[in-house]
């Protein structure tokens, strides 16, 4: 998968490729990532790429001109090997990014021949913004990460290349890796041990140590369940549980003193 990146600061954006799990995917060339500077599409010897906001009042809002050379650059680039590119920026007045959202972005990237595939253009802003006629004219959607101001959209555009890269195939070393992730069918995810089987005194749940694979999955299934109620209640009201699942829940109320 292509990723495009649209950002005043290059070398931070292309940290995501350098190291980690979405650093393998791209030794691998499972994804690829592109870096445009808007001070490359300037024509002043100072490579302005912001000015004063008309009305007044505080800080600088990113020029036009440069952004929209940026962009169509970018788009021409990213449609050279795909057959549609999303232009997305990253701003606390998006949509706010969810699991649903990001396994949606993987399916319109990932299809199955090349020319089906959609790249993905991430637009980061600066300072107090960008003009908001780029927007009109070049942005398919806005997404935001949360309700909390940055310095910059770059952060934001990692965290979409990181969510997304872990969701193609090949990427993780287990196939049914992703699946067991939080916020996968609504739920956080299950605790997790490993060696030793004491530490200071906590053991690991017997359950995980007996070998059977069904009372395992029932008890991971019934930890998720039970964590979500406590510390998520919001995503079960979007998840219709069944009446096992139900009953689980019950159960670890129980078990818990809850």
Known sequence: MRFDVITLLPELVEAVTQVGVTGRAATRGLIELHCWNPRDFTEDVHRTVDDRPYGGGPGMVMKAESLLKTIRAARKASLAVNKTAKVIYLSPQGKQLDQEAVRNFVKSAVQNTSDDQQGLIL?????????????????????????????GGELGAMVIIDAITRLLPGVLGHKDSAKQD????????????TRPEVVEGLQVPAVLKSGDHKAIAQWRRKQAI???????????QENSLSSEDKALLKEYLNESGS
């Open 123 to 151: 637009l980061c802003g600066r300072y107090e913004g960008i003009d908001e006629r780029i927007i009109e004219l070049e942005v398919d959607e806005e997404w935001s990460i949360g309700d909390y101001v940055l310095s």
């Open 182 to 193: 939080s916020f996968t069918e609504n739920l956080l995810d299950c605790e997790h041990f």
């Open 226 to 236: 039970g964590r979500t109620f406590q510390r998520r209640s919001d995503l079960l």
